[in-house]
C-alpha cells in the first residue's frame, strides 16, 4: 500500500486547537485531494490541487485550509473555524487532467480525526 | 454540479446469492463512472469504472452496467462471498478530474 501515505492515524484535537494532516505521495502525480468521510455519507471534497502553488476550493472548503508548496505533499489544516471536524480524512493523488478527461485517484490510508 | 444518488443504502444477501447497486446522475457532460469498495478502516479501493463510451464492462464476478439516456449506473456482484462485505461507493466525475460521490451502500453478505 505505498505510494501515497498519510500522517498520523489518529489524532486527538482540543476545541479551539488548529491541527495539521500530512499526506505525501511518491506517484509523481501532479493532481491531490482531500476529502472528509462521516458516517452515512459519501466522500466530499475539500479542497483540491492540479499543480504546485495551486489549489482550489471543493464542496466544503470552510474551516480547512491547505498549501501546495511540494509536488509530494498536500497538508491540511483544520481550523478552530471548522464546526463539527471529528471525521475520516482522506487524501488522494492522480495524474492532471485537463477538461472532463479522467485519471483514476489512488487513496492514502486516511487519518481519523477526533474533537475532545 | 454533479449530484449522485445511490440506492440502497443497506443490502443483505445469502452469500451465493446477486447483489445490485444502483446510482443516478445528473450532470449529462459526466463522462467516467467508478465504484469503489472501502473496508472497515481501509482505504476506498477502485474496483471498476466505466466510460460512457460503453454500456457495459465485466471483471470475473463484477460488472458495471450504463446507461447514459436515463444517467443511471448499476453495479452486479454475482456469487457473492463473506470477503465482499464492505461498503460501496459510486462517483462520477466533473470537470478538473474531481469526482462526487454518492453515499454509500453497505453490503453484508451472510454465509
Known amino acids: 500500500d505505498g505510494g501515497i501515505t498519510q500522517s498520523p492515524k489518529y489524532l486527538f484535537r482540543k476545541e479551539g486547537q488548529n491541527v495539521t494532516l500530512s499526506c505525501e505521495q511518491n506517484l509523481n502525480h501532479d493532481a491531490m485531494y482531500w476529502y472528509r468521510q462521516d458516517p452515512g455519507q459519501g466522500l466530499r471534497l475539500i479542497y483540491y490541487?492540479?499543480?504546485?502553488?495551486?489549489?482550489q476550493k471543493g464542496d466544503i472548503a470552510e474551516g480547512y485550509s491547505v498549501s501546495r508548496e511540494k509536488k509530494e505533499s498536500f497538508p491540511l489544516t483544520v481550523t478552530s473555524a471548522q464546526k463539527n471536524p471529528t471525521a475520516f480524512y482522506l487524501c488522494a493523488s492522480s495524474l492532471r487532467t485537463s477538461g472532463r478527461a479522467y485519471n483514476e485517484q489512488f487513496f492514502g490510508p486516511g487519518t481519523r480525526l477526533t474533537v475532545l | 454540479g454533479e449530484n449522485v444518488e445511490q440506492h440502497p443504502s443497506t443490502l443483505s444477501v445469502q452469500e451465493g446469492d446477486s447483489a445490485v447497486i444502483k446510482c443516478t446522475y445528473s450532470d449529462s457532460a459526466s463522462n467516467y463512472f467508478p465504484w469503489y469498495k472501502q473496508e472497515l478502516g481501509k482505504r476506498p479501493q477502485l474496483i471498476i469504472d466505466i466510460r460512457s463510451n460503453v454500456g457495459e464492462k465485466k471483471d470475473q464476478r463484477i460488472a458495471v452496467t450504463l446507461n447514459k439516456t436515463a444517467k443511471h449506473f448499476s453495479l452486479h456482484i454475482t456469487e457473492t462471498q463473506p470477503e465482499d462485505s464492505a461498503v460501496y461507493f459510486c462517483?462520477?466525475?466533473?470537470?478538473?478530474?474531481?469526482?462526487?460521490f454518492g453515499a454509500g451502500t453497505i453490503l453484508r453478505v451472510k454465509s
Open positions: 462517483a462520477a466525475n466533473e470537470y478538473g478530474n474531481k469526482l462526487v
Open positions: 490541487s492540479q499543480i504546485v502553488n495551486d489549489f
